[in-house]
């Protein structure tokens, strides 16, 4: 590997951050999206599954922001307009992926169902049963998983101009 390249990669850590997030968020977006069509004998345990891992994502996030805050600064992939809108979806990503597991934990607790880690860890939480601002928060889970969709979306298209189009390293910054 040429020293350039090993200068433009992300270092280890925020790699594995990254996979790890984004395997998460891939099985614990549409486990949470098909709880409504599931039969009642296993709506619970897809809730549980899904809060339990969606909860695992906030606690790795402030892990990744951490590291991310720490990590010394990676040079653009692409400069001027494209640098831009590239930074701008990442940061859109990660506040996505916090605002997502508060809301969804704030909103179970608001509908009366404190969450237990995989039915083993009570967690505690700020607020309990307060079923005037539950659509609130659910509101806010619903809306901002279809913007995370959407973010994700341009997040590939990135990744697939980078690598098919321009033929550049990109991809390889973070594999
Ligand atoms: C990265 C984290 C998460 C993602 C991507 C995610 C995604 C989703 C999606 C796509 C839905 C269906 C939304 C719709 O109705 O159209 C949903 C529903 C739901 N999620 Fe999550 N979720 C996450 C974390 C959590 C956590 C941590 C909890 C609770 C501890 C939670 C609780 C719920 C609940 C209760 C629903 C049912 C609808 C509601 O009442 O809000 N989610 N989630
Ligand atoms: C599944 C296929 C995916 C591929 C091929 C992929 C690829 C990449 C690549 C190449 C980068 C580096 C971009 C650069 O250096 O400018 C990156 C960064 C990033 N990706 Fe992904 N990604 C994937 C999934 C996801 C998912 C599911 C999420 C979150 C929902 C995500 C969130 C992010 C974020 C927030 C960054 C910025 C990292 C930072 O600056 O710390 N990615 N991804």
Excluded: C
Aim: proline residues 6%; charged residues 15%.
């Amino acid at each position: 590997m040429s020293e350039e390249r090993r200068e433009a990669q992300y270092p280890a850590r925020l790699k594995a951050l990254h996979w790890l997030v984004a395997g998460l968020v891939l099985a614990v977006w549409p486990l949470g999206y098909f709880i409504r069509f599931t039969r009642d004998e296993v709506k619970l345990d897809f809730y549980l599954l899904h809060e339990s891992l969606g909860f695992l994502v906030l606690w790795l996030m402030l892990l990744r922001v951490g590291a991310r805050l720490t990590a010394p600064a990676l040079p653009d992939a692409a400069p001027g307009l494209e640098g831009v809108v590239a930074r701008a979806v990442h940061g859109l990503l990660y506040l996505l992926l916090v605002v997502m597991p508060v809301s969804g934990f704030l909103a179970t607790n608001a509908h009366g169902f404190p969450l237990s880690w995989f039915g083993l860890i009570p967690v505690w939480s700020p607020i309990g049963k307060a079923p005037e601002i539950a659509p609130i928060f659910s509101a806010i889970h619903a809306w901002s998983a279809w913007i995370l969709l959407a973010s994700f979306a341009l997040h590939l298209l990135g990744v697939l101009y980078h690598h098919l189009i321009r033929r550049d390293s990109t991809l390889f910054r973070i594999l």
